[in-house]
């Protein structure tokens, strides 16, 4: 299993042998460390816990310090799944760079959506909204109807009803992603396709 941790660059494209364009996403992905190796024995399963980035000491707890103390003040940890045979290839303080990934290895990548903020029906559930005319004055986006003794029954609103609220800012995984490009002189990583986002967003690149 290969696994590291990185953030979104940006699109671009990449042109294979024969010319033919792909639209590819470019992931600055620098070298993770392992924090802490999880058991079955100590912890009921097993797991390689990896550090990413840079964060300031007074921006951390103490528990936090002492979890990473001697290793690096790391801004993001993440687990990773991995057998009990794989997790005893590594050791605590070990390096995990994107040299382990090559050409045409298929990924999962988990990164958070763009929020939106608070959004109506039509945007959030792309409802088709109300009638433009026979009486209809400002009802063109309205949901219609979300209760009564219709299909809602006894006059409530149904759990799970869709209706306006927060949009966007979920955790999303794309699958079977293929790795086009693997940089390991400027530490990136180009997928092809898009990826779920802003620019600088956490991502987290697995393979089995």
Known sequence: ??????????????FDEAGISYPATVLSVEPVTVVAIKT???????AVQVGYGIQKEQRLTKAEIGQRKGLGMFRHLAE???SAEQAATYK?????SVEQFILGDK????????????????KRYH?????????QK????????????????SGRVPKGKR????????????????????????????LQGSLPGVRGVLVTIESK
């Open 163 to 190: 209706m306006p609220g927060r949009m966007g800012g979920d955790m999303i995984t794309v699958m079977n992603l293929k790795v086009l490009q693997v940089l390991p002189e400027t530490n990136e990583l180009v």
């Open 138 to 153: 400002h009802s063109e986006r309205e949901v219609g109807s979300i209760g009564g003794p219709g299909r809602g029954g």
């Open 127 to 135: 409802f088709k909204g109300g009638p433009r005319t026979h009486g």
């Open 80 to 82: 990773f799944r991995v």
């Open 1 to 14: 299993m290969k696994f590291i941790l990185g953030t979104k660059k940006g699109m671009t494209q990449v």
């Open 40 to 46: 079955i024995a100590t912890d009921g399963y097993n």
């Open 92 to 96: 605590v303080g070990d390096k995990v």
């Open 107 to 122: 990924v999962a990548v988990r990164s958070r959506s763009k929020g939106k903020g608070f959004q109506g029906g039509v």
